[in-house]
């Protein structure tokens, strides 16, 4: 993926003020929670609230029609047809179903999965050992393909791979690396939890048989928010343990003796879908498709660059790397942010600081200075 220009975007101050922005310092946790857009709440009101309100149990046609709108939009943002999307109440619980729902073969049973992962989606894969499958982590640099060479290994089922890795901000060659999946008749999950948003995605562009995500970051969606697409060549394969009356053909049908996997993306779905968190997260998805995402990326590599300028650190922190900065900085420059009322995390060894499109050249410049300071003591 080649990034857009690093320039100063015109769209940035007015794309700002479609954000409800919180009062204190800078806010830079896009990569943990993005901010709640102007339009969630009418969002929510329409598509769920005054249905319920106004219809009851009746509300349920237009609910699933505000279950259409999120999958439509995630269609807009990030490729596929709707069809090949499926509301998901976790990462972690997508690639559960995907996962459990292929065969495992004694000879053929190992998940390849970098140790660089997000914790919870190595305890998801964890947990499929009761399937017959068997973790084994990735050492090295995830953006290395040479660390993924057990990929083309008989013994490979899986292969999961984080877009971005949240604690490093590296970034994995996915397109190298489902085709190298693909080759070898590997499954491969790709997560963009902490991509989607900030780094232009297609789903049609890779050769992935899955790929999951949540709306809480980047996507400024709000927790309980996610997704799984599932190629259309691998969808009738694929049958997970976890049933319920929407992973049906026929929902409706209500008869128990009966079932039959919905010929799509439905089928991971289970019991009934929580709407709410839906309708709600269809206000950042919208809201992210109108601003851009090659402009979202082209405001956080700026503001990223004019940061790392300020504080004498390495420009190359920006290649191969997803939103986040992820510095190796100790607790004197924690304590520093801390006071002036930066929002921002830890993890390990590095503080965590992401531009959003709600920030702007002044935030920069407020957490340069801090930096600086805590620098000469």
């Keep these: 993926m080649t990034d857009p220009e ?26 943990s929670v993005g901010l709640l857009p102007l339009a969630a709440r009418d969002s929510a009101e329409q598509a769920f609230f005054t249905p319920w309100e106004t219809a009851g149990g009746d509300a349920w046609s237009q609910w699933l029609g505000a279950v259409d709108a999120f999958r439509s939009a995630l269609v807009d943002l990030l490729g596929g047809e709707a069809r090949q999307w499926c509301p998901q109440p976790g990462v972690s619980a997508a690639i559960s179903r995907i996962i459990s729902g292929l065969s495992c073969r004694p000879e053929r049973n190992v998940i390849l999965i970098s140790e660089q992962a997000f914790p919870s989606v190595a305890y998801a894969v964890d947990g ?16 290395d393909l040479a660390s993924w060479r057990r990929i083309g290994d008989p013994d490979i089922a899986v292969v999961v791979m984080m877009h971005v890795h949240s604690n490093t901000g ?25 991509s989607a948003g900030v780094l232009p995605i297609s789903v049609d562009a890779w050769d992935a048989d899955a790929v999951v995500g949540t709306c809480v970051k980047w996507l400024s969606g709000g927790p309980g928010a996610c997704f799984a697409w599932v190629s259309p060549e691998v969808i009738e394969s694929i049958t997970p343990i976890e049933r319920g009356w929407f992973s049906h053909a026929n929902p409706f049908e209500m008869d128990l003796r009966h079932f039959a996997f919905a010929p799509d993306a439905r089928r991971l779905w289970g019991g009934t879908p929580s709407v709410a968190p839906l309708a709600i997260a269809t206000a950042g998805l919208r809201a992210v498709a109108g601003i ?44 520093a942010l801390k006071a002036d009322g930066v929002r921002f995390d830890r993890r390990g060894a590095r503080l965590r600081l992401s531009f959003g499109i709600w920030n702007d050249e002044a935030d920069v410049d407020r957490v340069a200075a ?8």
Excluded: W
């Design 6 to 31: 690093i320039r100063d975007d015109a769209a940035a101050p007015s794309a700002r003020q479609l954000f409800h922005r919180p009062e204190g310092g800078p806010y830079l946790l896009a990569h």
């Design 170 to 194: 590296i970034l994995s060659p996915v397109a190298e690396l489902t085709a190298m999946a693909k080759a070898h008749g590997v499954f491969s999950i790709v997560d963009v939890a902490q």
């Design 128 to 143: 499929l050992s009761r399937l017959g499958f068997r973790m084994e982590l990735v050492t090295g640099d995830p953006s």
């Design 370 to 377: 801090g930096l600086r300071a805590a620098a000469r003591g």
């Design 292 to 335: 851009g995402v090659p402009a979202i990326r082209a405001h956080n590599l700026r503001l990223s660059g004019r940061l790392l300028g300020q504080i004498d650190a390495d420009p190359g922190l920006l290649a191969q790397r997803g939103g986040t900065l992820c510095l190796p900085l100790d607790e004197h420059h924690e304590a």
